[in-house]
Structures are given as structure tokens and as C-alpha cells.
């Protein structure tokens, strides 16, 4: 349960009258809720039990022998939770993407 979180009356509010500058706060606020839930760690955990269901695809610049090499761990059920993190960070939001990619990147923006 998240509570005193800054702002957190900000939610009861109607979000299309706020300003610019709230509803980022207003925004910020829903990532935090969801990202610092257990949300994060079970969507990780469900990311590797299907990790070979997905269609991942290398973002631009990405490694490919090691964007290879990590598709192969992920599908051999041998990968680890740190190497899915440095995974996602190899994974393109223009293929099949796994929920746990978006909570990622939601923590590692609001981390900035």
C-alpha cells in the first residue's frame, strides 16, 4: 500500500483541468503506484516463464550477437533476473513487448 506519497491528492482530481505541470505530476504519481507494486517483481517472474512466447526484436544500436546470445539464454529457461533487465534494455517497443518492459521503463524514468 502506497501512502503519503507527494502530491496524492493530485489523484482525486479531474485530470483534464489540471495544468501541464500537474498532470505530469498526475502521471508521475499513477507510474510510482504501479511501479513500486508487486507488480514489477511478478511481472518479471512472468516475463521469463514466457519468455519464448514473445517475438522480441533488437532496438536500434543494440548488440545483435548479444541480443542473439540473451534470446537463446531466455529460451533455455536459463536466464536470470539481471540479465533480463540488461535484456530488456535490448528489446525494440516496435516488437512483441512484455508487460515487465514497460514497468521497466517506467521505473527507470522516474528514477531520472
Known amino acids: 500500500m502506497i501512502q503519503n506519497f507527494p502530491r496524492f491528492e493530485l489523484a482525486d482530481r479531474d485530470y483534464s483541468v489540471l495544468s501541464t505541470k500537474e498532470q505530469n505530476t498526475f ?57 533480463l533487465d540488461q535484456f530488456m534494455d535490448m528489446v525494440s517497443a516496435t516488437g512483441d513487448t512484455h508487460l515487465y518492459f514497460w514497468i521497466r521503463k517506467a521505473l527507470l524514468i522516474l528514477k531520472k
Not at 517483481?41 to 519464448?52: I, P, Q, T, V
Not at 514473445?54 to 542473439?68: E, I
Open 27 to 83: 502521471l508521475k504519481l499513477i507510474l510510482s503506484a504501479l511501479v513500486y507494486s508487486t507488480a514489477l517483481d511478478s511481472s518479471g517472474s512472468d516475463a521469463l516463464e514466457m519468455f519464448e512466447d514473445y517475438q522480441w526484436l533488437p532496438r536500434p544500436g543494440a548488440d545483435p550477437d548479444l541480443f542473439t546470445r540473451m534470446i537463446d539464454t531466455g529460451n533455455n529457461w536459463t536466464m536470470n533476473r539481471e540479465q
